[in-house]
């Protein structure tokens, strides 16, 4: 049989590390499939990427994103994938510096200005305690803990058995970041990441999880500044009595770093 090679137009870019295939499927001709996002993200049969997202036409926004893990599988909402879709949609021209856009989680807003995204993140009704740890969904799940030594922390090891433990595995998973308080405002993220399965450079709703344990359970002031192994982010916010929180902004850069035709054969 013969099949004729499909040619997928892609842009790489990266925020703090955290990769993604972007792909401008205004025209909805991209031909989703778990196998395809999958093998396009591998890192060595691939173009390799800790996801793949779609950007496509929404009506009332400038934009849908649509967000795939490098397994292949949609995920829930990605902050560093927000904010280089928002760079890679003002780099199509489709706004100048100020956007609203839809994704999985709803309605984002975002301002792009030259060296950073100031990126709108979903609205925290509050957080769940687990022993000494913490639970709460920025978009995507997270569970978080605090550790007196990240960098010594078996991020991959212990964030599996996390992930699939009895307590999460069930219910589909979770992201799990180790935090440590370097400063009065800054603390060190590092995460293990459902559907990358793997510890990933930076995951910006992990980063805004941490962020909001730091000030809700260690009394740290917003903003937060957070180190991560791909460079620094910064997540502002306002707190509620009630344990809530809303105007949260995940901010850093987001970088385009190549563009090229992947052919499938
Ligand atoms: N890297 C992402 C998180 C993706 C969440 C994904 N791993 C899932 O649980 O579906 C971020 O920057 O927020």
Redesign the pocket.
């Known amino acids: 049989m013969i099949t004729s090679p499909l040619s997928i137009r892609f842009v790489k870019y990266q925020?703090t590390g955290?990769d993604f295939i972007m792909i401008d499927d205004r025209s909805e001709t991209f031909p989703v499939s778990q196998p395809l996002i999958e093998f396009l993200c591998h890192r060595r049969f691939g173009i390799g990427a800790?996801?793949l997202i779609l950007l496509r036409n929404a009506e009332g926004y400038d934009f849908r994103m649509v967000?795939f893990?490098a397994d292949g599988r949609e995920?829930?909402?990605?902050?560093?994938?927000?904010r280089c879709t928002v760079r890679f949609a003002q780099d199509l021209g489709l706004f100048e510096e100020n956007t609203t856009f839809i994704a999985v989680d709803g309605e984002h807003k975002a301002v792009a200005c030259e060296e950073e995204i100031f990126l709108n993140m979903s609205n925290v009704a509050g957080s769940e305690k687990d022993g000494a740890d913490f639970f709460l969904n920025t978009?995507?799940?997270h569970f978080v803990r605090f550790v007196k030594d990240v960098e010594a922390t078996e991020v991959v090891a212990d964030g599996k058995a996390i992930r699939y433990g009895e307590v999460y595995g069930p219910k589909g998973?979770?992201?799990v970041n180790f935090t440590e308080v370097m400063g009065e405002q800054s603390i060190y993220v590092r995460t293990y990441?459902?559907?990358?399965e793997d510890e990933?450079y930076?995951?910006?709703?992990?980063v805004t999880a941490c962020a909001l344990m730091a000030y809700q359970h260690l009394g740290m002031n917003e903003p937060i500044s957070v180190k991560t192994k791909g460079g620094p982010l910064r997540v502002s916010f306002v707190a509620h009595e009630n344990g809530s929180f809303d105007n949260i902004y995940l901010i850093g850069p987001a970088v385009r770093v190549f563009e090229g035709v992947f052919e499938v054969n």
Request: proline content about 3%.
């Open positions: 925020g955290n800790d996801g967000y893990n995920g829930s909402m990605c902050g560093n994938g927000g978009g995507s799940p998973g979770t992201n990441e459902r559907g990358v990933t930076s995951c910006g709703t992990g």
